[in-house]
């Protein structure tokens, strides 16, 4: 019998869920990262543009109102979180100043893809926040989303974690 030989997405699969795993395992710094970087400056832009409304410090012919503003904000944080390169260039740097990058381009998977799967699956458990954000706009809003939505935000997410895989890499490789 002929054993067939693993698709690239099967191959990529265990490394995206160690990743994630790696990062449910230290809960207390994804705890702490997930407050501290996405909580409190969100809660502060908040504040200040409800008391920036309220106040009439706004003009009224502004073309956003402030659930608007708010969704700008809460989104624009959400992707920051998620696209956060550090750890590859960190990591890869270091692999590469050490003279180690050799060992890992033997790899049945090319190591590129490899750390490519981690970073998507470190990412995932980041995509909390911008998956409640896009159901609050359902849930608020009267108009139902089409399929076209959807894919749109999930294109719109993995292309996202793509071009900061490509960008982070290639500065990891310049330095």
Same mark, same amino acid.
Request: glycine share 6%; hydrophobic share 50%; charged share 10%.
């Given at each position: 019998?002929?054993?067939?030989?693993?698709? &690239?997405?099967?191959?990529?699969?265990? #490394?995206? %869920?160690?990743?994630?795993?790696?990062?449910?395992?230290?809960?207390? $710094?994804?705890?702490?990262?997930?407050?501290?970087?996405?909580?409190? &400056?969100?809660? $502060?832009?908040?504040?200040?543009?409800? #008391?920036?409304?309220?106040?009439?410090?706004?003009?009224?012919?502004?073309?956003?109102?402030?659930?608007?503003?708010?969704?700008?904000?809460?989104?624009?944080?959400?992707?920051?979180?998620?696209?956060?390169?550090?750890?590859?260039?960190?990591?890869? @740097?270091?692999?590469?100043? =050490?003279?180690?990058? =050799?060992?890992?381009?033997?790899?049945?998977?090319?190591?590129?893809?490899?750390?490519?799967? =981690?970073?998507?699956?470190?990412?995932?458990? #980041?995509?909390?926040?911008?998956?409640?954000?896009? %159901?609050?706009?359902?849930?608020?809003?009267?108009?139902? &989303?089409?399929?076209?939505?959807?894919?749109?935000?999930?294109?719109?997410?993995?292309?996202?974690?793509?071009?900061?895989?490509?960008?982070?890499?290639?500065?990891?490789? $310049? @330095?």
């Amino acid at each position: 019998m002929i054993k067939k030989f693993p698709s &690239p997405f099967e191959r990529c699969t265990p #490394y995206a %869920l160690n990743a994630a795993k790696l990062i449910l395992a230290d809960r207390g $710094m994804f705890i702490a990262d997930f407050f501290l970087a996405t909580t409190i &400056p969100f809660v $502060m832009q908040v504040l200040i543009w409800s #008391y920036l409304y309220r106040e009439n410090q706004i003009p009224a012919h502004e073309s956003m109102n402030l659930s608007q503003t708010i969704f700008y904000f809460a989104l624009a944080i959400g992707f920051g979180r998620l696209n956060n390169g550090y750890d590859i260039i960190a990591g890869l @740097s270091q692999v590469v100043r =050490e003279g180690a990058l =050799e060992p890992h381009l033997l790899r049945p998977l090319p190591y590129p893809i490899q750390k490519l799967a =981690e970073f998507i699956g470190g990412g995932i458990l #980041y995509t909390v926040p911008i998956l409640i954000i896009a %159901l609050t706009i359902v849930l608020t809003t009267s108009k139902i &989303p089409t399929l076209h939505f959807w894919f749109g935000w999930f294109i719109l997410l993995i292309s996202s974690q793509i071009l900061c895989f490509l960008v982070s890499w290639c500065i990891a490789i $310049m @330095s």
